[in-house]
C-alpha cells in the first residue's frame, strides 16, 4: 500500500489586499525532513497558517497524511504539531500548567521523553512562561510539540533566539525522529546552512510563489552560476530556467538551472566565454529571490 | 521633548478627541464632567507596546523623555480641556438665560421609590436572600427606581472642580503605574505587589466613571471628603512629577529569567491533576469567576457606602450599580479571554466549533456571576418573576453578549478593540437595570446576540487572521513589552 505525502499541496491561493500566496503546489514526502526557505513576506507563514486553520484558503486544498485540513480538521491536528513564533503560552502561568494542559489533548504523550527534553532545553516545570527569554519560550513549544511523538511536525522559525548548543539539539532531536520513527518534518527557516546539512529536501518560496523545489543535494548541484559574453541583450530576457543577476555592455551573470536551461542552451543563443561555478544554498537563495 | 509630546498626541488624538468633547458636551449640558483617566490610558499601551524602550536610543535626555510622559500623562488633558468647559459653560448660561437649553432634562422629577410587591417579598424571605432594600416606612418596604440628574447651578464651580481633581486623578494613575508590572511575578510578594497593584489600578480606572459624576456641582455640596480630595490633588502632582524617572526606567527595562536553575523536575510531578480541557476551565474559568465576584462585591460594598449618605450625593440606585456591573463582569471575561494564546489553541485537535465553546466559556465565567450579583445579591429583574427566572434570563442576556464582545474585539487586532469592547459591553450594562420592565426582550435581545457572536467566533476562528496576531491583553497584561519579544 502506497503512504499517502505528509503533506500534499494543490493550487493553494491566499489573497490579501497586499499580498497573494500562490497558486502554490508542493509535496512533501513521508519521513523526510522539508526545509522551506523564503525572503520575508514570502508567505512562509501565511502557508503555514493554513494548515492549521488559522485563515482558509481562497482556492485549492491542502492534505496532511491523506486528509483534508478542512474536513478532517480534528484528525489533522491529531497527527501534526505546530510551533510558530508567535506561539504563546503565557497565560498558563507555569510550564507545568502548558505541560499539563497539552497532555489532556494528546493520548500519545510520552513523560519520560519530555522530562528528557526539558533536561536537554534546560527547562524546568516550576519555570514560570512569562519569565522566559524569547528563546525560552521557543524551547517550550518545541517540547510541547515533540514529546507527543506527532507524525508530522511543522515548525515556523523554530532555532529563531535559541542558542547554538541549543539549536544543535533541536536538529538532532529532528533528525532522531525522522531516522528512527520514520516521521516527517516541515520546517521554515532562515538558518540556511543548517537546512543545507539537515533537511532532504528544500523549497524556495518568493513572493509567494515558490521558485524552486527538489532534494537538497540535488537542487543545489543542478544550479550554476554562470558568466558570459553576449552581444545580443534580448536573447537572454525571459528564458525558462535562466535567473539574470547582472547585466553590464557585453558581461552578463546569471544563475542557470540546468534541468531547464543547459549550458548549450545558452550558447546557441550566442554566449561566448561561458563560465561556471558551483553554488551553496545560501548563494542560491540570494540569486532566486533578488 | 517637544517632538515626544506633539508624536503622542498625533498618535491619541482621537482618544483625546473623544475625552475633549465629552467635557464640551456635558459642559454645554450643565452637569460638567471629564473623562480624567484618557490620557494615561494611552500611556499605558504605549508602555506596553515598548514606545519607551523604542525611544530610549533617540538623542533626548532620559529626564526630558520622563517629563514628556508626565506631561502628556498628568497635565495635558486637564489643561486642554479648560477653554473647552469654559466655552461649554458659557453656552450653558446663554441658554439657561434665555431659558431655552440646548439639551432637554435628563431625568424628570420621579418618585425616588417604587414599593416592593408582597409577593416578592415573602417570596425573598423564604429564600432567605440578602435584602436589596434601601429604604422602609410605615412598614412598607421600598427599592430605588430612579436616579435623578440635575443641572448644576453653579457651572464655573463645577467645571473649575472636574479639571482640578482630573488633575490630581491623572498624577495618582501615573504615580500608580510605575509598579505596573512588567514581567509575571515570581514568588509570594511578587505576587502580593501585582495583586495590591492590579485591584487599585481595576478599581481607578472604572472609579473614574464612578467619581467625576458625585463630584459637588455647587460650593454648598461640598463635603468633608471633597476638602479631602481636593488638597490631596497637588500631592499626587507632585508625587507623579517626581516619580516619572522611576516610572521610565522600569518600563525601559525588562528583566528576563535566566536559564533555569532548578533541576529538571521528574515527569511524575507533570503527569498528575488535572489535564485538558478541565484544567482550561478551572485555570481560566475558576479565575475569572472569582475575580469578577470580588469587583462586583467591591462595587456593592462601594455604593454601599455611597447610599449611607457619605457621598453627600442623591441615591445612586439599583440601575446605576447593577449597569456598572454588567459592564465591568462582560469586560473582564471578555478582555482575559483574548490573552489566551489563540494559536496553540488552534493547533489543538479540537473542530472549529468546539474551540468556540471552549472560548466562549471565559466571557461567560465573567458574566454568570454578574448575573448572580445582580439578580440574587442586588435584586434586579422583574419584581413578579422568581430569582432563579431572573437569574437565568439575566444569565442568558449577559452571555449572550459577552459572546458577541469577546468575538467582535477577536476580529479587532488594534488598540481600538477597548472601545469595541466598552460599546458592547454598555449595552447589557444600560439593558440590565431595565431588565425589570423588558425582561423577555432583554434576554430575546442577548440571545441573538450570543448566537451571532458565536457565528462571529466561529467565522474569525477559520477566516480572520486578525484572530491569530499576538495581543497584550489591552497594555494591562503583567509580561515583556511586546517591543522586546
Not at chain 1, 494543490?10 to 500566496?21: G, N, Q, T, V
Request: glycine share 10%; net charge positive.
Amino acid at each position: 500500500m502506497n503512504t499517502p505525502p505528509a503533506l500534499e499541496v494543490s493550487a493553494l491561493e491566499k489573497h490579501y489586499p497586499r499580498f497573494a500566496l500562490g497558486p502554490l503546489d508542493l509535496i512533501v514526502p513521508s519521513g523526510s525532513i522539508y526545509g522551506l526557505i523564503g525572503p520575508n513576506g514570502a508567505g512562509k507563514t501565511t502557508l503555514i497558517d493554513q494548515i492549521f486553520g488559522m485563515g482558509s484558503p481562497d482556492a485549492g486544498t491542502i492534505r496532511v497524511c491523506g486528509l483534508d485540513h478542512e474536513h478532517d480538521e480534528v484528525a489533522v491536528k491529531s497527527c501534526a504539531a505546530y510551533v510558530g513564533p508567535d506561539l504563546s503560552f503565557v497565560a498558563w502561568g507555569k510550564i507545568t500548567n502548558a505541560i499539563r494542559f497539552t497532555r489532556g489533548f494528546r493520548p500519545t504523550w510520552d513523560d519520560a521523553y519530555c522530562a528528557r527534553l526539558m533536561r536537554d532545553f534546560g527547562i524546568s516545570a516550576n519555570d514560570r512562561i512569562g519569565t522566559l527569554s524569547f528563546g525560552g519560550r521557543t524551547k517550550l513549544a518545541l517540547l510541547l510539540a515533540l514529546a507527543w511523538h506527532p507524525q508530522v511536525l511543522v515548525l515556523d522559525e523554530p532555532t529563531t533566539g535559541i542558542d547554538a548548543h541549543t539549536k544543535k539539539a533541536v536538529f538532532v532531536e529532528l533528525l532522531g525522529i525522522v531516522r528512527d520513527e520514520a516521521r516527517t518534518v516541515f520546517i521554515s527557516s532562515h538558518q540556511l546552512s543548517d537546512l543545507e546539512r539537515f533537511a532532504d529536501h528544500v523549497g524556495v518560496l518568493h513572493k509567494g510563489r515558490l521558485v524552486a523545489e527538489g532534494a537538497t543535494g540535488e537542487l543545489v548541484e543542478r544550479h550554476l552560476q554562470a558568466e558570459w559574453e553576449a552581444e545580443n541583450a534580448g536573447a537572454f530576457a525571459h528564458v525558462p530556467g535562466l535567473t539574470l543577476q547582472e547585466h553590464e555592455g557585453p558581461r552578463w551573470r546569471g544563475v542557470l538551472d540546468t534541468m531547464t536551461c543547459p549550458l548549450e542552451s545558452l550558447q546557441r543563443r550566442g554566449a561566448r566565454d561561458v563560465r561556471t561555478q558551483a553554488l551553496t544554498l545560501e548563494e542560491l537563495f540570494l540569486a532566486l529571490t533578488k | 521633548m517637544n517632538p515626544l509630546i506633539l508624536d503622542f498626541l498625533r498618535r491619541w488624538r482621537w482618544l483625546f478627541a473623544i475625552a475633549l468633547l465629552i467635557s464640551l458636551g456635558t459642559a454645554i449640558a450643565g452637569m460638567p464632567f471629564l473623562l480624567a483617566p484618557a490620557a494615561i490610558l494611552g500611556l499605558l499601551f504605549d508602555g506596553q507596546r515598548g514606545v519607551f524602550s523604542a525611544v530610549r536610543a533617540l538623542p533626548v535626555a532620559r529626564i526630558d523623555q520622563a517629563r514628556a510622559w508626565w506631561f502628556v500623562g498628568v497635565p495635558l488633558l486637564p489643561l486642554l480641556s479648560l477653554p473647552l468647559l469654559a466655552i461649554g459653560v458659557l453656552l450653558f448660561q446663554q441658554f439657561n438665560a434665555t431659558g431655552n437649553p440646548p439639551v432637554p432634562q435628563l431625568h424628570a422629577p420621579a418618585p425616588l421609590a417604587a414599593p416592593l410587591p408582597a409577593e416578592v417579598q415573602a417570596e425573598r424571605d423564604r429564600a432567605g436572600f440578602p435584602d436589596p432594600i434601601q429604604a422602609q416606612e410605615n412598614g412598607q418596604r421600598f427599592i430605588t427606581r430612579v436616579k435623578p440628574l440635575t443641572q448644576t447651578t453653579a457651572p464655573w464651580f463645577a467645571a473649575c472642580v472636574q479639571a482640578w481633581v482630573a488633575l490630581g486623578y491623572a498624577g495618582f494613575c501615573f504615580f500608580l503605574m510605575q509598579w505596573a508590572p512588567t514581567r509575571p511575578a515570581e514568588n509570594v510578594s511578587e505576587n502580593v505587589q501585582q495583586g495590591v497593584f492590579g485591584a487599585l489600578w481595576g478599581i481607578s480606572m472604572p472609579g473614574a466613571l464612578i467619581l467625576f459624576p458625585i463630584l459637588p456641582r455647587s460650593p454648598s455640596a461640598v463635603a468633608p471628603w471633597h476638602w479631602a480630595i481636593f488638597m490631596a490633588v497637588p500631592i499626587f502632582v507632585a508625587l507623579s512629577y517626581f516619580s516619572a524617572a522611576e516610572l521610565l526606567r522600569r518600563r525601559m527595562f525588562v528583566t528576563t529569567a535566566k536559564s533555569s536553575l532548578h533541576p529538571a523536575v521528574p515527569a511524575q510531578s507533570v503527569s498528575t491533576g488535572l489535564t485538558g480541557v478541565p484544567l482550561y476551565i478551572v485555570n481560566f474559568g475558576g479565575r475569572i469567576a472569582l475575580f469578577v465576584a470580588l469587583i462586583a462585591a467591591a462595587q456593592i460594598l462601594v455604593f454601599h457606602w455611597m447610599m449611607q449618605g457619605n457621598a453627600r450625593v442623591s441615591n445612586p440606585g439599583l440601575e446605576m450599580r447593577v449597569g456598572l456591573m454588567g459592564l465591568m463582569g462582560l469586560m473582564i471575561g471578555a478582555a482575559t479571554a483574548e490573552s489566551i494564546g489563540m494559536r496553540a489553541l488552534r493547533a489543538l485537535p479540537l473542530s472549529t466549533v468546539k474551540l468556540a465553546l471552549l472560548l466562549s466559556l471565559i466571557p461567560w465565567a465573567g458574566a454568570i456571576p454578574t448575573a448572580v450579583f445582580s439578580a440574587v445579591w442586588c435584586g434586579s429583574g422583574d419584581p413578579t418573576l422568581s430569582v432563579w427566572m431572573n437569574l437565568a434570563a439575566q444569565s442568558v442576556a449577559l452571555c449572550g453578549w459577552a459572546t458577541l464582545a469577546f468575538a467582535a474585539t477577536m476580529h479587532i487586532a488594534g488598540s481600538s478593540r477597548l472601545f469595541v469592547l466598552m460599546l458592547i459591553g454598555m449595552i447589557p450594562g444600560v439593558g440590565l437595570p431595565f431588565a425589570a420592565k423588558y425582561t423577555l426582550v432583554f434576554t430575546a435581545s442577548g440571545s441573538v446576540a450570543g448566537i451571532g457572536g458565536f457565528a462571529l467566533l466561529v467565522r474569525g476562528l477559520r477566516k480572520s487572521s486578525a484572530f491569530y496576531r499576538p495581543r497584550g491583553f489591552f497594555g494591562i497584561t503583567p509580561g515583556q513589552p511586546s517591543a522586546v519579544r
